[in-house]
Nanobody, 125 residues
């Protein structure tokens, strides 16, 4: 069973930065499409960013374009989300997700097979 573990969340002031990490266990991490979703209190889960298995294609929500960067290191079985210029509206639990044998960078939660437990990001004014 594939297991995803997020880390790097915390409390930061508006305008600051955080880097989230998602460490994956499993035999074929390099073939997984990886993504980040987030869910704020009282709101639906929303897409944040995705990266193809080869790392050559990325996809971002309009709300984070130019501020967030997704990357991966297949040798370390890890995907990252660098978050800059953070805003209070970025406050949410951030979830890592993986699509087995994925070929694209889907924005839809239903595309993904495995999910982490989430890490809290809180941005204060």
């Amino acid at each position: 069973q594939v297991q995803l573990v997020e880390s790097g969340g915390g409390l930061v002031q508006a305008g600051g930065s955080l880097r989230l990490s998602c460490a994956a266990s499993g035999r074929t991490f390099s073939t997984y499409t990886m993504s980040w979703f987030r869910q704020a209190p009282g709101k639906e889960r929303e897409f944040v960013a995705a990266i193809s298995w080869g790392g050559g294609t990325t996809n971002y929500a309009d709300s984070v374009k130019g501020r967030f960067t997704i990357s991966r290191d297949n040798a370390k079985n890890t995907v990252y989300l660098q978050m800059n210029s953070l805003k209070p509206e970025d406050t949410a639990v951030y979830y890592c997700a993986a699509e087995r044998n994925g070929y694209g960078t889907s924005r839809y939660a239903s595309s993904y097979d495995y999910w982490g437990q989430g890490t809290q990001v809180t941005v204060s004014s």
